[in-house]
């Protein structure tokens, strides 16, 4: 049988059409969903922020920095690098401190809504935490009134965490680690990880001037005081960490730029979003995120 051949023109009328579009460029970082972002969205989160609220703090804030983050980060080597990795590989870059800024908001406030929930965990009910926590506190009371003070008495926004500072003793050995909470402050989009250097930004500029500032920053080689300075004992101590160790481990944090409390509380209401904050925090969250250690039995260490 004779086979029977189509003209090309004529068979490109009869196939079906296929439209090929040109490769659009690609978005690396996107909005992370949270585990109750539905009802956030709906219902806004119980006790705390109202559904407009939500919105501005988390859906359009945080979708703001992860699209300035793709235009800095496009067609770039660590273009598809996690926040808080870029937050620490370019945070001592003065020429990316755009990219600094955006990554490291992007991931304390991912690490801030990442703590809240809809029914969430009352710490009573975690009596290991709680017990860690009261050794080096005295009690929840005591360390409910330091956290929330210092979050109110700054002037400027940031984040003010909760994090285990981990003992550098014999990091290798096979000797239970040992360390202690603590409260650390950092301003604007500062991070709480020493391997940032001063872009911790644990210092108020409100309550300093251009020359505090410089001997802050200059003097940080030679500055061996302190918790968690890059030069300090713990600082200088980092390298003796086996590969991908920590000494600071942040495991909550409030938020306390304007954009998150003022929809809700008003232009007074900081200390009451704060207070509203501490009761929606979900404790199981926060225990999840607690090094083995953090929870063992630890002999009284007051902060």
């Not at 709680?130 to 506190?137: A, K």
């Not at 210092?150 to 926004?157: K, R």
């Not at 200088?236 to 000494?247: C, D, F, I, M, S």
């Amino acid at each position: 049988m004779r086979k029977l051949t189509l003209h090309p023109q004529i068979r490109a009328t009869l196939l079906p059409q296929t439209r090929i579009t040109p490769p659009s460029r690609r978005s690396i970082h996107y909005v992370p969903p949270l585990t109750y972002d539905d009802s956030f969205r709906k219902q806004g989160i119980p006790g705390l922020l109202s559904p407009d609220g939500f919105r501005i703090a988390w859906t359009d804030y945080q979708a703001s920095m992860v699209q300035k983050l793709n235009e800095l980060t496009a067609g770039e080597p660590y273009e598809d690098a996690h926040v808080k990795q870029l937050a620490l590989q370019f945070a001592r870059d003065p020429t990316a401190a755009s990219l600094f800024n955006h990554a490291s908001m992007a991931h304390n406030n991912h690490f801030f809504f990442n703590s809240l929930s809809t029914s969430p965990m009352k710490i009573d009910r975690i009596p290991t935490l709680q017990q860690s926590l009261s050794n080096t506190y005295g009690s929840m009371e005591t360390l409910q009134g330091a956290f929330l003070d210092t979050a109110a008495a700054m002037f400027g926004p940031g984040f003010v965490w909760l994090v285990w500072a981990r003992s550098l003793d014999n990091p290798t050995s096979g000797v239970q680690r040992r360390g202690a909470w603590r409260i650390l402050t950092t301003y604007l989009a500062g991070t709480p990880y020493p391997e940032a250097g001063y872009r911790q930004q644990g210092l108020d500029m409100n309550n300093n001037s251009a020359a505090s500032y410089n001997a802050y920053t200059n003097g940080q080689p030679t500055n061996y005081v302190g918790a968690f300075g890059s030069w300090s004992q713990s600082g200088r101590e980092q390298a003796k960490l086996p590969p991908g160790g920590t000494n600071v481990m942040p495991v909550l944090c409030v938020n306390t730029w304007e954009h998150v409390w003022l929809r809700d509380y008003g232009m007074n209401g900081k200390r009451r979003f704060l207070k509203d904050w501490w009761e929606a925090v979900d404790w199981s969250q926060v225990e999840s995120l607690a090094p083995m250690e953090a929870k063992q039995p630890l002999e009284f260490q007051r902060a």
